[in-house]
């Protein structure tokens, strides 16, 4: 073992740099604005669409008690699970159509951990100052200050975290008899393990993780690589431009100075959420937010020379020297085209199946303790259960009728009514005469439709038993 330690005596973990906290500057321009609108709209929606209501309930609840997605009004059924199927589908072409046309884009504008750390880091800020302020503040020793102010930031976390997990069981329960249940203390055990989970997640990922979840645990950093080529718009230092690097009076002329574009002023390292300095190129850590093109493009203002030094662009172009219109000629290629077309065509699929789709489904289980047996007028019954799934908004009223063999009738009760977004089991026993059909299996066919004649109806493949003659 005395191999594993170095000559410092560090042991095992001395070659192992000790995380240092990310201190990022606060940025103003183009991009922040743009993520704030992804913050807002995407909040707006998280937060906002339990509290819809729709024909009286919830307008988006997957109850898995019940088992019944609503969304709005389409109600979804387990039978049903193809749908999610192709919307992870979607989701995945989607990612790998905005991945080969501008990188992580994303990940810069719209994951919830980016979007959580933006507003954690706004809470901090306020409370806490920017940068510098916020480096001294962590530097002094404690004080009635410095206690107050962390205090005041961590309950304003931990209330968003929990009003983000109170919101997130909220979509698998009516969230408007969530905070009557907390109140008294009667939330069911798997309820109160997400909300608490949730909430700790949120406080832990936004407001101390951070850069590391996009650096160390998301799974997206390490493969994006895969989906990139010399055509896709990254964010990316134009190192012709601004080579040489170097300060410099604000009215020298740089080139008779023998310098580039770049002050080195390093403001967008210390803009940047995951900490690395984009001029040394395109790193894994790089999550496409863009605030260091805003920062760049300040100093450049200021500076009177050109913006653009950091900016979405291709690999292509900075080597070529495109201008932006041969650059978006070149971004939009076949690849890019592709996967669009494909994105399309499954999510006009997808909601024109969801618009047309039967709202009657029907499965048929047989019963397995009677296969087939002779009744006293010489008829063959075999009985049957039927699940009657009703995905529409109204109730229904249905009949039974059942057809592929001469004389296959239905004994007893044929009308049955179900409970809108319902299902019922009712209990059928279907007979054929003595002669007919074959010994063995035989294939029927039930059919259940509206009895006022309105086009909703479901046939469903089963089998008849006649036993040996």
Known sequence: ?????????????????????????????????????????TQ???YGLPWLQWNDRQGVLFDLGARKFYLFGVVLWPQDFVYLAVLLVI?????????????????????????YTEIFMWIERRLEGDRFARMKLDGAPMSLRKLRIKSAKHLMWAALSLWTGFTFIGYFAPIRELGPQIASLSL??????????????????????????????????????????????IVTYDQQRGDPRGSRPRKADPVALGLGDCVDCRLCVQVCPTGIDIRQGLQYECIGCAACVDACNDVMHKMHYQPGLIR????????????????????????VLVYGVVLLALAGSLLGSILLRNPLNVDVIRDRYSLARLVDDGSVENTYRLQLMNASERPLSLQV??????SIRVSGNVRFDVAAAANRIVPV????????????????????SEISGDGISHEEKAVFLVPGR
Not at 100 to 113: D, E, K, N, T, V
Not at 312 to 335: H, I, N, Y
Not at 439 to 446: A, D, V
């Open 91 to 115: 989701a995945a072409l989607s990612l790998f159509f905005f991945t080969a046309l501008a990188g992580r884009l994303w990940c810069g504008f719209a994951c919830p951990q980016t979007v």
């Open 401 to 406: 009728n059942v057809a592929g063999i001469d």
């Open 44 to 46: 707006m929606i998280y």
């Open 312 to 335: 979405f662009s291709t690999e292509t172009a900075m080597k070529e020297r495109l201008d932006a219109g041969q650059t978006l000629r070149r971004v939009v290629r076949p690849r």
């Open 1 to 41: 073992m005395a191999g594993i330690s170095d000559d410092h005596g560090g042991g095992l973990f001395s070659n192992y740099a000790a995380h240092e906290k990310i201190y990022s500057r606060s940025v103003s321009g183009r991009y922040a604005r743009l993520r704030w609108a992804a913050v807002l709209l």
């Open 429 to 448: 026993s279907v007979r054929i005469d003595p002669e007919a059909g074959r010994p063995g299996s035989n294939p029927i066919r039930f059919i259940v």
């Open 188 to 233: 069911g055990p798997w309820q109160w393990f997400w909300w608490l989970f949730y909430s700790f997640a949120t406080w832990g990922n936004a407001g101390f993780m951070r850069e590391q979840v996009c650096k160390y645990m998301c799974p997206y950093a390490r493969f994006q690589s895969a989906m990139f080529d010399r055509d896709t718009m």
